[in-house]
């Protein structure tokens, strides 16, 4: 099976922008998480979406949302983008039903640069 | 709230040393616990979990943890290290059965030396 695909790999954005990056998970899997890592906070969970629905939600400002398609393909946008909106955004998906086993996948990660 | 503490930012070992790197975690419930290694410039792979059963589990790499419920403890080994081990790694846990959200540690940098 394909992994988890992550687009684009790197972007470079100015403040004030907004960005919409996407993920597509490992076939079959309905659950897809984010995470924000920055050296200085180190990995922060954003947010999950089951079924076209977020199901669980980090603490992080408005500027930051997501959501989900039929196909469980997910993006996230960042609005009025900052400077410390730098950072690697990962992507990781899961089964996530019944006897499902917990584990998440990883993307490689969108490398995400505000200047 | 749960939460992850990994001892030391920074582990540095000799090809062939023990690895041992260190995770406690914080829950009021029983909680589901994880390794992940993050190689440069790429994401996080999965090392091994334990959700029940066993407290020993054993992952890829020849990596095993341990659970350990009265010190709240997830250390990772390794008997022999070998220079591909080099990466950051992180430990994580999750307390709600089927929820997808790791709380994750700070990582630990593991250097091997020749």
């Known amino acids: 099976k394909a992994g988890v695909t992550q687009t684009p790999r790197y972007l470079i954005k100015t403040r004030g922008q907004q960005v919409t990056l996407s993920c597509s998970p490992i076939?079959?899997?309905?659950?897809v998480s984010w995470y924000q890592q920055t050296p200085g906070q180190g990995l922060q969970f954003l947010f999950e979406y089951f079924s076209e629905t977020q199901r669980n939600k980090g603490n992080f400002p408005g500027r930051f949302s997501g959501r989900q398609f039929s196909n469980s393909r997910s993006e996230m946008n960042v609005s009025t983008l900052e400077l410390g909106d730098s950072a690697l955004y990962l992507c990781a998906s899961s089964l996530s039903g019944q006897g499902a086993s917990y584990e998440q996948y990883f993307g490689p990660g969108t490398r995400l640069t505000v200047t | 709230a749960q939460s992850v503490t990994q001892l030391g930012s920074h582990v540095s070992v000799s090809e062939g040393a023990l690895v041992l790197l260190r995770c406690n975690y914080s829950s009021s419930v029983p909680p589901y616990l994880f390794w992940y290694v993050q190689y440069p410039n790429q994401g996080l792979q999965l090392l091994l979990k334990y959700t029940t059963g066993a407290t020993l589990v054993k992952g890829i790499n020849g990596f095993e943890a341990e659970f350990k419920k009265s010190e709240t403890s997830f250390h990772l080994t390794k008997p022999s290290a070998h220079m591909s081990d080099a990466a950051e790694y992180f430990c994580?846990?999750?307390?709600?059965?089927?929820?997808?959200?790791?709380?994750f540690g700070q990582g630990t940098r593991l250097t091997i030396n020749p």
């Open positions: 994580a846990v999750s307390v709600i059965q089927g929820a997808q959200k790791l709380v």
């Open positions: 076939s079959g899997h309905r659950s």
